[in-house]
């Protein structure tokens, strides 16, 4: 079936609450083991069936922010999405308190229970209307970027939509791009503070209210992190510092030679080449064309995936006005279909989405066997293996798309990849330090994203920005306002991805053979489980980083980029 085809109605929550509080009975009252599954199986259909008009909704939002239906439908989910949560939460006590947990855990998964435990931890009817609050600043947060109107060139641009201007080979072009870009947030500075501020102290008070020492704590747990804690999260941060801020350093700096400059301007950092960055050598048409004979050669799987996902039209791939910017795939279990969503803008970040999002889509969609409510996407630090190293699973089809930069985009998506994680490393910090410090002023917070930037990311230059100097870049990243701690999972994962790209570069058949092995799992397992099925080192483990950087470092070195 088609995603317009997708029939949405409005759930009635008071039938919700009565139908699955009546199950649950029923479920306490069942007096074996398989009772009980049956019963279990029987609930995750129903709970599925009803969340699945939820996902309808939020992604029609997401598509056309303006249109006035699917605007009052977003306000309905923010408002009633917590009171859903507790009556979930109701039936996942039952389940936690089974008398046969052993038999359910064996059925199941015991990380569907961990996971559960944690739902337990960091939800309470006592926090409903912080949640309320929450959801609905986040909705506004992500309804002022979408907002954003610039004109440039005569022309009209939502953010996205800069994108071009702002890698223009022409460096005057870009310093202009950029400066239009980073007016609109200097226009609504004190309305950013101010939402954030709220959210902060929203979370705070979650948090402590359950009775967590600080919201650093509660997000662990609402994140799943099972197997791994924040110490192990600041010896990894340790090691990045070590072992790849020099080696991005040294990416910078020959960037810099490369451009003829004798350093890079904040609006320069984007921009590799003065022959301009790669490129796809098409319009939309043309890379989802390119993207459906990839697929269709890498394997059996990937074609049945690929076609599945364009036959059905479950990718909303151009930008345009009113759309919310950003990329993301989502999964509607009713349906047993993936959804990509993305803001195409002609740069290469296009082929990035394509294959990126492709990969948590594929993922997924190997994963459809899984009946458990979220279980289909394992936690989002493993989500983001299975993406970021798809990205690099798919390089020998990127001629297809780059044509004669081929060479160009491989240097820059590798290069990238290793620049990518001392700023991911940065946006964790930042967040430790705003949820363990929550009273600290807004002024605070901008002087201490400043410090980090100077340490990890010391290349960056706003001496002709002001704003930015006082340490607001960092308002862009949509991650730090909608999903807090989230953003260190791409760079754990970003290890991970290329530890794939040197086994596909050894042993493509191996590589491929580890990579499918983490799809099917799903969210049955945790992070480490699955970095040791897909036979990779932890990026915890003292040594990992040293080792994961030296292969892509003596790659990148070996290449004349002078050339490109």
């Known amino acids: 079936m088609k995603f317009k085809e997708f029939k949405y109605e409005r759930p009635d929550f008071e039938v919700f609450k009565e139908t699955l509080s009546k199950m649950t009975q029923e479920l306490k009252n069942a007096d074996t083991s398989q009772a009980q599954i049956e019963k279990v199986k029987e609930i995750h259909h129903y709970i599925n069936t009803v969340m699945t008009e939820a996902d309808i909704a939020t992604v029609r939002y997401t598509i056309n922010t303006k249109d006035a239906f699917y605007e009052g439908e977003s306000d309905y989910w923010d408002e009633y999405a917590p009171m859903y949560g507790e009556v979930i939460n109701n039936f996942e006590a039952a389940m936690l308190d089974s008398p046969f947990r052993t038999e359910l855990e064996e059925e199941f998964s015991k990380q569907y229970f961990d996971i559960m435990e944690n739902s337990r931890l960091t939800f309470s009817p006592e926090i409903m209307e912080e949640m309320k609050q929450e959801n609905k600043l986040v909705t506004e947060y992500n309804k002022l970027i979408a907002s954003a109107e610039i004109e440039f060139e005569g022309q009209t641009y939502n953010l996205s939509g800069l994108r071009p201007f702002m890698l223009s080979k022409d460096r005057e072009t870009r310093k202009r791009a950029h400066e239009a870009y980073f007016s609109f947030f200097e226009a609504h500075e004190t309305k950013i503070d101010e939402l954030f501020d709220k959210m902060v102290q929203i979370r705070d008070q979650k948090a402590k209210k359950l009775g967590f020492k600080d919201y650093v704590e509660f997000g662990y747990r609402l994140m799943n992190r099972n197997d791994y804690n924040r110490d192990m999260v600041a010896n990894y941060r340790k090691q990045v510092l070590e072992d790849i801020v020099p080696v991005a350093n040294e990416l910078y700096a020959r960037q810099a030679k490369r451009l003829g400059l004798d350093h890079l301007a904040y609006y320069d950092v984007d921009f590799e080449f003065n022959s301009g960055n790669a490129t796809p050598q098409g319009d939309s048409t043309f890379i989802l064309e390119n993207g459906k004979k990839m697929y269709s050669e890498l394997s059996p799987e990937t074609k049945e995936f690929f076609d599945f996902m364009t036959e059905n039209e479950l990718l909303d791939l151009e930008t345009k006005p009113g759309k919310q910017s950003g990329g993301y795939c989502t999964f509607f279990p009713a349906y047993k279909s993936p959804f990509i969503f993305s803001n195409f803008n002609g740069t290469a970040g296009d082929i990035d989405v394509l294959t990126h999002e492709a990969g948590h889509a594929f993922q997924v969609y190997q994963s459809r066997w899984i009946e458990v409510p979220g279980l289909t996407f394992p936690t989002f630090e493993s989500c983001e293996i299975h993406s970021m190293s798809m990205e690099f699973i798919t390089w020998p089809w990127m001629e297809n798309f780059f044509k004669q930069d081929t060479a160009k985009y491989k240097y820059e998506h590798l290069g990238s990849a290793i620049k990518f994680i001392p700023y991911g490393i940065i946006v964790d910090a930042f967040q430790h330090f705003v949820y363990e410090n929550p009273t600290a002023t807004p002024a605070e917070r901008k002087a201490h994203w ?82 040791e099925l897909a036979n990779l080192k932890s990026p915890f483990e003292d040594g990992c980083i040293k080792s994961v950087i030296g292969e892509a470092r003596n790659y990148l070195m070996q290449i004349d980029d002078s050339k490109l």
């Open 450 to 531: 400043r410090e980090l930037e100077k340490q990890y990311l010391p290349h960056k230059d706003y001496s002709e920005c002001e704003l930015l100097d006082r340490g607001t870049w960092w308002y862009k990243q949509g991650h730090i306002f909608a999903s807090p701690f989230y953003y260190i999972d791409y760079t754990l994962a970003q290890v991970c991805a290329l530890q794939f790209w040197e086994k596909m570069n050894h042993d493509r058949e191996a590589g491929w053979a580890d990579y499918m092995r983490i799809c099917k799992p799903g969210g049955t397992k945790s992070f480490l489980q699955l970095v």
